[in-house]
Nanobody, 119 residues
């Protein structure tokens, strides 16, 4: 059985940083990533990464501020979030899929972790 377990969310001031982690169990995935859902808004793509780490993609809203990485030995993906803004406030979901071609419609979702950016 597949599980994706996120951690690292919390409350941070504008301009601050947070690092999210997502540990996968049950199988390994070629593609992993993050989506988010802000209050009253639809869930949206944030970033994805392939097995080697060389095929990372980012939403325009987070480019230059967020960095995705993965440790395949630990079956874990990370999201380093810097220069956080109030509009980054959302529940962040870890996602995984066997293929980088379909990761934007992922097969597996985590439960989500809340990130709140507020002074």
């Amino acid at each position: 059985q597949v599980h994706l377990v996120e951690s690292g969310g919390g409350l941070v001031q504008p301009g601050g940083s947070l690092r999210l982690s997502c540990a996968a169990s049950g199988r390994t995935f070629y593609a992993m990533g993050w989506f988010r859902q802000a209050p009253g808004k639809e869930r949206e793509f944030v970033t994805t990464i392939g097995w080697s780490g060389g095929s990372a993609n980012y939403a325009d809203s987070v480019k230059g501020r967020f960095t995705i990485s993965r440790d395949n030995a630990k079956n874990t993906v990370y999201l380093q979030m810097n220069s956080l803004k109030p509009e980054d406030t959302a529940v962040y979901y870890c996602v995984a899929d066997p293929s980088i071609a379909t990761i934007r419609n992922p097969s597996y979702w985590g439960q989500g972790t809340q990130v709140t950016v507020s002074s």
